[in-house]
C-alpha cells in the first residue's frame, strides 16, 4: 500500500519550511495558487486508461517535486516545499535516495547540468526546476536513478 501525501501534509510541510529557514507563511494554508496544490495530490495517485499516470514510486516522489515547484502552489518556499516533499514521500513508502547523489543524462543532457557532491546536486536540481530548465520527464528519470526501493 501506497502512502501519498494530502494537502494537509503539503501546507504542513510548507508552514515548516518557513518556521525553519525564514520566509512568509501566511495561516491557514500560506496558499497561491490551491486548485495546483488540489490536482498534483488528486494525479499522485490517478490512473489514465487503467494505467497509473506515474507508475513507479519514483514517479510518484518526482511528481510532487516538480509540480509543487513548477506551480508555484504557496506564496512562498515552494522550492524548499517541493524537495521536502518528495523527500518525506521517498522515506514514507519505504525508499531512500543513494548517498551520494549524481547528475544523470537524459537525452543526452546533464541533469542537473552543474553540481559535484549530494548538497550541490539537490541545489542545482532544485533552481534549474524552479527555472523552467528541467521538465517532468526529466525529474522522473533522476528520481529514478537516484532512489532505491
Not at 520566509?23 to 495546483?36: I, R, S, V, W
Not at 525508499?95 to 541533469?111: N, Q, S
Not at 553540481?115 to 528520481?143: C, H, P, Q
Request: charged residues 25%; proline residues 3%; hydrophobic residues 40%.
Amino acid at each position: 500500500m501506497i502512502d501519498f501525501l494530502t494537502e494537509n501534509d503539503i501546507v504542513h510541510i510548507n508552514e515548516r519550511t518557513a518556521r525553519a529557514h525564514g520566509g512568509k507563511f501566511e495561516p491557514p494554508t500560506n496558499y497561491l495558487h490551491e486548485e495546483a496544490l488540489v490536482y498534483l495530490v488528486e494525479a499522485a495517485g490517478s490512473e489514465v486508461f487503467g494505467a497509473p499516470m506515474y507508475p513507479r514510486l519514483s514517479d510518484k516522489a518526482a511528481h510532487y517535486m516538480f509540480s509543487i515547484i513548477s506551480n508555484h502552489v504557496f506564496q512562498d518556499g515552494n522550492k524548499r516545499t517541493g524537495l521536502q516533499a518528495a523527500r518525506t514521500f521517498v522515506q514514507l513508502n519505504g525508499g531512500a535516495f543513494h548517498k551520494r547523489l549524481k547528475a544523470v543524462e537524459v537525452d543526452g543532457r546533464r541533469v542537473p547540468s552543474e553540481g559535484k557532491g549530494t548538497k550541490d546536486i539537490w541545489f542545482y536540481l532544485t533552481m534549474e526546476m524552479a527555472a523552467g530548465a528541467v521538465s517532468l520527464e526529466e525529474t522522473r528519470e533522476w528520481f529514478k536513478r537516484n532512489t532505491s526501493w
